[in-house]
């Protein structure tokens, strides 16, 4: 792969190779993806991934994090942030009435809803934990700083958590 660890990035023509890597039911042509997109189900999501971690004789392996613990999931997210590792983070609202709050901020503390999600996937880009006295006056002890479509927002994982589910939880890379 065309990745150079110096600048941490990789190169267009080269990300494109490693999408095609993803399924061979994806069609890339001129940068546009079609085909049948097999990571709408979680389990392909985690099948791709560790396909290429295999093909690319990577030491890696995919997994939902399926323990249920909120605890551990919270662990795992920060050993992969630490490593550098993306974190993909899925939700599903299951039966529930209520979506999850996606929030973006004003840059001073201050969380505004975007929107209730009933069902999406993110990466998650960092954690923001508060002392517990910001957290009275925020309302927010620990926010997941996630891209949604390119676009940066935040998750309160304390919120999050009470869905999680085979459905809602992260894949977790190790």
Same mark, same amino acid.
């Given at each position: ?20 890597? #993803? &399924?061979?039911?994806?069609? /890339?042509?001129?940068?546009? %993806? ?6 709408? *189900? !979680?389990?392909? $999501? ?19 994090? #399926? &323990?249920?613990?909120?605890? /551990?999931?919270?662990?795992? %997210? ?6 550098? *590792? !993306?974190?993909? $983070? ?85």
């Amino acid at each position: 792969m065309g990745y150079d660890k110096n600048i941490n990035t990789i190169n267009y023509n080269d990300y494109i190779k490693y999408l095609s890597l #993803l &399924s061979n039911k994806l069609t /890339i042509s001129d940068g546009n %993806i079609t085909g049948v997109y097999p990571f709408l *189900i !979680p389990t392909s $999501l985690q099948s791709m991934f560790n396909d290429v971690f295999n093909t690319c004789n990577l030491p890696y392996k995919a997994t939902w994090g #399926l &323990s249920g613990d909120f605890v /551990i999931t919270y662990i795992r %997210i920060e050993e992969m942030i630490k490593n550098n *590792i !993306p974190v993909i $983070l899925s939700f599903d609202k299951g039966n529930s009435d209520e979506g999850i709050s996606i929030y973006y901020t004003d840059g001073a503390n201050n969380f505004i809803e975007s929107q209730k999600l009933s069902s999406h996937y993110v990466t998650i880009t960092g954690i923001i934990e508060y002392s517990d006295a910001m957290a009275n006056k925020i309302g927010h002890k620990r926010m997941l700083e996630v891209s949604s479509w390119g676009e940066k927002f935040y998750i309160d994982y304390d919120e999050y958590s009470t869905f999680m589910s085979p459905f809602t939880n992260i894949l977790y890379i190790n």
